[in-house]
T-cell receptor, first 111, second 114 residues
Framework: DADVTQTPRNRITKTGKRIMLECSQT?????MYWYRQDPGLGLRLIYY???????NKGEISDGYSVSRQAQAKFSLSLESAIPNQTALYFC??????????FGPGTRLTVL | QQQVKQSPQSLIVQKGGISIINCAYE??????FPWYQQFPGKGPALLIA?????SEKKEGRFTISFNKSAKQFSLHIMDSQPGDSATYFC?????????????FGKGTLLTVNP
C-alpha cells in the first residue's frame, strides 16, 4: 500500500464550487505539506502543518484553506474554485532527515 | 524571487549519452540539496541528495556535483536510458528559520531517445 495517498486522483468542477482534496499517510510523520504544480513553475507551497494544532501558510495560500484532522490526515479546500486554480496538487510528508515523500497527486480542472 | 534557478527547462539526450541538469542558488544558509524525479502521473520521488560538506555524491548512474563557492550544483545521469525520461527537480533546504520547507527549481523535462 502507498505511504501517502490522495483522493480524488482527478476532479473536474465548475467555477464557484467548493472542493476538498484529501490526503492520508501511514508514515507516522508529523509534518505534512500541500503543493501546487503548474507547467514551468515547479512546485509551490500552499500550506504546511507541523502537527494537528500547528498550521501555517505557504507561498500561495490565497483562495485555499486546510484542515489537519489527525496526524495522518491533511485536507486542502478551495472554498470557491476559479479557473486559475486548475493544476496538479500534491500532498507530502517529511521525515526526520529532511526528505519529503509525495503522494500521487490530484489533477484538478476548474471550468 | 526565485531562490533556486534550474536549467535547462527541457533536455533531449540519446540513449547512452550523459544528461546534465544545473541548479544555482543564492541563499548561503541552504544545507541540503536533493534532486527529485517525477514520472508522468506520479508524485516526485527523492532520487539523490547532497549536503555541502562534500563536493560529489554518486549513486549508480546518478551523480550530484556540488560547488559551494559558485553556489551551484548539478545532476549528471551517465549512460542515460529511455526509462530515465522524466521531469527532474532540484531543491534546497534552509538551515535556519525556514528549515521546514524545500525550495524547488522549476523542473527539467528530460527525454531520452532510444
Amino acid at each position: 500500500d502507498a505511504d501517502v495517498t490522495q483522493t480524488p486522483r482527478n476532479r473536474i468542477t465548475k467555477t464557484g464550487k467548493r472542493i476538498m482534496l484529501e490526503c492520508s499517510q501511514t508514515k507516522g510523520h508529523d509534518r505534512m505539506y500541500w503543493y501546487r504544480q503548474d507547467p514551468g513553475l515547479g512546485l509551490r507551497l500552499i500550506y504546511y502543518s507541523f502537527d494537528v494544532k500547528d498550521i501555517n501558510k505557504g507561498e500561495i495560500s490565497d483562495g485555499y484553506s486546510v484542515s489537519r484532522q489527525a496526524q495522518a490526515k491533511f485536507s486542502l479546500s478551495l472554498e470557491s474554485a476559479i479557473p486559475n486554480q486548475t493544476a496538479l496538487y500534491f500532498c507530502a510528508t517529511r521525515g526526520m532527515g529532511g526528505e519529503q515523500f509525495f503522494g500521487p497527486g490530484t489533477r484538478l480542472t476548474v471550468l | 524571487q526565485q531562490q533556486v534557478k534550474q536549467s535547462p527547462q527541457s533536455l533531449i539526450v540519446q540513449k547512452g549519452g550523459i544528461s546534465i541538469i544545473n541548479c544555482a542558488y543564492e541563499n548561503t544558509a541552504f544545507d541540503y540539496f536533493p534532486w527529485y524525479q517525477q514520472f508522468p502521473g506520479k508524485g516526485p520521488a527523492l532520487l539523490i541528495a547532497i549536503r555541502p560538506d562534500v563536493s560529489e555524491k554518486k549513486e549508480g548512474r546518478f551523480t550530484i556535483s556540488f560547488n559551494k563557492s559558485a553556489k551551484q550544483f548539478s545532476l549528471h545521469i551517465m549512460d542515460s536510458q529511455p526509462g530515465d525520461s522524466a521531469t527532474y527537480f532540484c531543491a534546497a533546504k534552509d538551515s535556519g528559520g525556514s528549515n521546514y520547507k524545500l525550495t524547488f527549481g522549476k523542473g527539467t523535462l528530460l527525454t531520452v531517445n532510444p
